[in-house]
């Protein structure tokens, strides 16, 4: 069955203080891995595509990358502003399942 | 650009009474899913539709229903309501072109329709 599980549950970092999500997907024919950001109260709002091993994407103090199993999504010197539930999701041809989330605490 | 739009926001129901919630997608994007997010099970796949047509469909009862409009605009109902049902309710727009590029669109999700069911 096509499965997406991140890790951790849950992360509080210092501020400035670097870490990466994890990702791992077991999904039949993938044609992209996603990442979200949401914050309480929101809709999950778009980060990165990634669409095959070994790619890199950044954004700000973001950086995605991707292998065939898992992808990780690394944080540069987080600030209190990246508080948020991180999302992955893996897209097939039938639909684009999610991963429970990450959420990220970052601490002044 | 304006977003998608969900509305209503927040909604209360009883058991056994009925729903539909709405969806205003991005101008331009045709395809519009539905998914309902809960504590327990996260984000869970409902249906997807383009052009007025279902085109996937998730792993939920009949209860569940939508429809699309011309403008693309979509609806979900759900009959029958349950205390279970209580979740948000997101909807997602994306561009939806031929081939891989439909596949590789990304989402746009709304803010959600917060549904109580008491």
Known sequence: EDQVTQSPEALRLQEGESSSLNCSYTVSGLRGLFWYRQDPGKGPEF?????SA????????LK???????????????KPEDSATYLCAARNNNDMR???GTRLTVKP | KAGVTQTPRY????????????????????SV?????????????????????????????????GRQFSNSRSEMNVSTLELGDSALYLCASSWSGQGA?????PLHFGNGTRLTVT
């Open chain 2, 33 to 65: 899913s539905w998914y309902q997010q809960t504590p327990g099970q996260g984000l869970q796949f409902l249906f997807e539709y383009f052009s007025e047509t279902q085109r996937n469909k998730g792993n939920f009862p009949g209860r569940f229903s």
């Open chain 1, 54 to 61: 070994g790619e890199e994407k950044e954004k700000e103090r």
């Open chain 1, 47 to 51: 980060l990165f595509t990634l669409y």
């Open chain 1, 98 to 100: 999610f991963g429970a």
């Open chain 2, 11 to 30: 909604l209360i129901k009883t058991r056994g009474q009925q729903v539909t919630l709405s969806c205003s997608p991005i101008s331009g994007h045709r």
């Open chain 1, 64 to 78: 995605a990358t991707l292998t065939k199993k898992e992808s990780f999504l690394h944080i540069t010197a987080p």
């Open chain 2, 101 to 105: 590029s439909k596949i590789m669109s």
